[in-house]
């Protein structure tokens, strides 16, 4: 792409693309700079992408933990590779014991699956680290121990995460001790947090599955009559995983196989093909118009069929063929916006980091408590807040993603990685935000890989968000008469509060240069910052 990369297009932000041969984005600075400090103390991109993981387990807890569940795709310098974090429901959960409800538990100990982040941090350093973990989680315990202030958006998200699960068990006193959530600039420390991630990097993690913080979840889970045991905990295992790909402009996008929700970006740019998306300028209302349409079709295919891949009643390969993909093509009217049916997603909480090296490693790296702070439960004495991943079972019985013993739930978070047309690594990108994030991959895609527009302006450029129907929600940068064109075609447009853009998720990208650098980017919706040397 030397040559190629349009710095000249621009959409209103403070941020400018950041260019140099290592580089780290992510969505908190602290973490950031966390990961290039590993960088500059002779470590690859694997070991800045754990240290930066590490890392916003502290400082940006609305979104991830030490119980977070976490997906990877790595650039070695000559292949991709996929890694499937995510843990299991625990082995006594039964459809019987959720059948009473009228949907999954967002909270407490029966929203709470096996936690899969910190067997992602051990599996990616023992593969493809360089430093040991101990030296790698550094910079987050000094955070957890010496304290960190609390950056602008995450003081919102912090408030609103205690007015929902102040009550759950463990929560308050983790995080709200003063009997309240900290504020924005307020100095937070977390020292159980800090102990804890001492035991996890001396072990190599064995303390979290088999050890003395297993032994803790476990005792935990017992006093609230939870499902969860240490034989769920023994028994994880992170996997390694054949990726999923569509080629597109000239290059490849890949994506992780189903738990995840990464195969409808995929569906969307092989229905967009069919369309020649690639006549269109952006921003323009037929490029707007085909590219809902297309992700609507591609929300529904993942809607009916996407769960543990084990589970699926086919392989997820067969939604990628080009006969099935032109085939729904044609369901799209070029002048007039469909209904097709699915259920409105839910928002959630999610972090996002992107790393490179001047060796040519790159890293594409996401974890997630899912709704904000998960499920709200912290195991006393160790900072560890638990996810709400069993959120995302259905109680259907005819499902592939019903609930039950020992499953991965449907997930939705995702990292994507794309090639050029000689194979070689063109972009290490994702958008954190739930039922945002298929629609913001399709987004930077189109945007990067078929218009060529620098990620900085990928990113900073308005987003829509399809919801339910014909239901779509955009941002208030749109154009007018954009809009109403696309109103008069049928679309529900819905504009977005500008005070609540984050909610159209929080995207980083690197971009590898042939000449030898990177050019890097990070959300200005948020409190992020990409950083270089």
Same mark, same amino acid.
């Given at each position: 792409?030397?040559?190629?990369?349009?710095?000249?297009?621009?959409?209103?932000?403070?941020?400018?693309?950041?260019?140099?041969?290592?580089?780290?984005?992510?969505?908190?600075?602290?973490?950031?700079?966390?990961?290039? @400090?590993?960088?500059?103390?002779?470590? =690859?991109?694997?070991? +800045?992408?754990?240290?930066?993981? %590490? $890392?916003? /387990?502290?400082? !940006?807890?609305?979104?991830?933990?030490?119980?977070?569940?976490?997906?990877?795709?790595?650039?070695?310098?000559?292949?991709?590779?996929?890694?499937?974090?995510?843990?299991?429901?625990?082995?006594?959960?039964?459809?019987?014991?959720?059948?009473?409800?009228?949907?999954?538990?967002?909270?407490?100990?029966?929203?709470?699956?096996?936690?899969?982040?910190?067997?992602?941090?051990?599996?990616?350093?023992?593969?493809?680290?360089?430093?040991?973990?101990?030296?790698?989680?550094?910079?987050?315990?000094?955070?957890?121990?010496?304290?960190?202030?609390?950056?602008?958006?995450?003081?919102?998200?912090?408030?609103?995460?205690?007015?929902?699960?102040?009550?759950?068990?463990?929560?308050?006193?983790?995080?709200?001790?003063?009997?309240?959530?900290? @504020?924005?600039?307020?100095?937070?420390? =977390?020292?159980?947090? +800090?102990?804890?991630?001492?035991? %996890? $990097?001396? /072990?190599?993690? !064995?303390?979290?599955?088999?050890?003395?913080?297993?032994?803790?979840?476990?005792?935990?889970?017992?006093?609230?009559?939870?499902?969860?045991?240490?034989?769920?905990?023994?028994?994880?295992?992170?996997?390694?995983?054949?990726?999923?790909?569509?080629?597109?402009?000239?290059?490849?996008?890949?994506?992780?196989?189903?738990?995840?929700?990464?195969?409808?970006?995929?569906?969307?740019?092989?229905?967009?093909?069919?369309?020649?998306?690639?006549?269109?300028?952006?921003?323009?209302?037929?490029?707007?118009?085909?590219?809902?349409?297309?992700?609507?079709?591609?929300?529904?295919?993942?809607?009916?069929?996407?769960?543990?891949?084990?589970?699926?009643?086919?392989?997820?390969?067969?939604?990628?063929?080009?006969?099935?993909?032109?085939?729904?093509?044609?369901?799209?009217?070029?002048?007039?916006?469909?209904?097709?049916?699915?259920?409105?997603?839910?928002?959630?909480?999610?972090?996002?980091?992107?790393?490179?090296?001047?060796?040519?490693?790159?890293?594409?790296?996401?974890?997630?408590?899912?709704?904000?702070?998960?499920?709200?439960?912290?195991?006393?004495?160790?900072?560890?807040?638990?996810?709400?991943?069993?959120?995302?079972?259905?109680?259907?019985?005819?499902?592939?993603?019903?609930?039950?013993?020992?499953?991965?739930?449907?997930?939705?978070?995702?990292?994507?990685?794309?090639?050029?047309?000689?194979?070689?690594?063109?972009?290490?990108?994702?958008?954190?935000?739930?039922?945002?994030?298929?629609?913001?991959?399709?987004?930077?895609?189109?945007?990067?890989?078929?218009?060529?527009?620098?990620?900085?302006?990928?990113?900073?450029?308005?987003?829509?968000?399809?919801?339910?129907?014909?239901?779509?929600?955009?941002?208030?940068?749109?154009?007018?008469?954009?809009?109403?064109?696309?109103?008069?075609?049928?679309?529900?447009?819905?504009?977005?509060?500008?005070?609540?853009?984050?909610?159209?998720?929080?995207?980083?990208?690197?971009?590898?240069?042939?000449?030898?650098?990177?050019?890097?980017?990070?959300?200005?919706?948020?409190?992020?910052?990409?950083?270089?040397?």
């Amino acid at each position: 792409m030397s040559g190629e990369i349009d710095f000249n297009v621009g959409y209103p932000s403070w941020r400018a693309p950041m260019m140099g041969r290592n580089a780290v984005a992510t969505s908190q600075p602290l973490a950031a700079q966390a990961g290039l @400090r590993i960088l500059q103390q002779g470590g =690859n991109a694997v070991d +800045a992408a754990i240290a930066t993981a %590490i $890392a916003l /387990t502290v400082v !940006e807890p609305t979104g991830n933990g030490i119980g977070s569940d976490a997906f990877a795709i790595i650039w070695d310098g000559k292949q991709l590779h996929g890694l499937n974090a995510s843990g299991r429901a625990p082995a006594a959960w039964k459809h019987e014991t959720f059948a009473h409800l009228a949907a999954m538990p967002e909270t407490g100990w029966d929203a709470v699956t096996v936690p899969g982040a910190v067997s992602a941090w051990v599996e990616l350093a023992e593969r493809f680290g360089t430093l040991p973990l101990t030296t790698l989680a550094q910079p987050a315990i000094d955070y957890a121990r010496n304290g960190f202030p609390v950056s602008p958006l995450i003081g919102e998200l912090w408030q609103r995460g205690y007015n929902k699960l102040r009550d759950q068990p463990g929560f308050s006193a983790c995080f709200a001790p003063q009997g309240r959530p900290p @504020r924005t600039g307020e100095l937070f420390r =977390n020292p159980d947090q +800090a102990d804890t991630l001492e035991k %996890i $990097a001396a /072990t190599n993690g !064995e303390a979290f599955y088999r050890g003395e913080l297993a032994e803790k979840i476990a005792a935990f889970a017992r006093e609230h009559n939870a499902a969860l045991t240490i034989d769920d905990l023994k028994n994880h295992q992170a996997e390694w995983v054949e990726l999923l790909s569509r080629p597109f402009a000239g290059g490849s996008v890949h994506e992780l196989p189903p738990n995840g929700q990464g195969i409808a970006t995929l569906i969307a740019l092989g229905i967009l093909e069919h369309w020649d998306i690639g006549r269109y300028q952006p921003d323009s209302v037929e490029w707007l118009h085909l590219s809902i349409e297309a992700m609507k079709l591609a929300l529904v295919d993942l809607e009916r069929y996407i769960a543990d891949e084990d589970h699926m009643e086919f392989a997820a390969k067969h939604l990628l063929s080009d006969e099935y993909l032109k085939s729904r093509a044609a369901l799209i009217d070029a002048k007039q916006a469909g209904d097709f049916t699915f259920g409105a997603p839910t928002q959630s909480g999610t972090v996002y980091l992107s790393t490179a090296d001047a060796d040519g490693m790159m890293v594409s790296f996401i974890q997630s408590n899912y709704m904000g702070f998960g499920s709200g439960v912290v195991v006393p004495g160790t900072g560890i807040s638990l996810q709400n991943r069993g959120a995302g079972f259905v109680l259907d019985k005819a499902h592939p993603n019903v609930v039950a013993g020992n499953k991965r739930a449907f997930t939705t978070i995702i990292p994507a990685f794309a090639l050029d047309g000689d194979g070689q690594p063109l972009m290490s990108f994702g958008v954190m935000g739930g039922p945002m994030q298929a629609q913001g991959h399709l987004q930077m895609v189109l945007r990067i890989m078929l218009h060529k527009q620098n990620p900085q302006a990928a990113i900073d450029a308005p987003r829509w968000r399809v919801v339910a129907g014909r239901e779509v929600i955009v941002e208030p940068s749109m154009d007018r008469n954009t809009l109403a064109t696309l109103r008069a075609m049928g679309h529900k447009i819905v504009l977005e509060d500008p005070l609540q853009t984050y909610n159209f998720g929080g995207a980083q990208a690197i971009v590898r240069d042939p000449q030898g650098f990177y050019i890097a980017a990070t959300e200005s919706r948020k409190d992020g910052q990409a950083l270089v040397f």
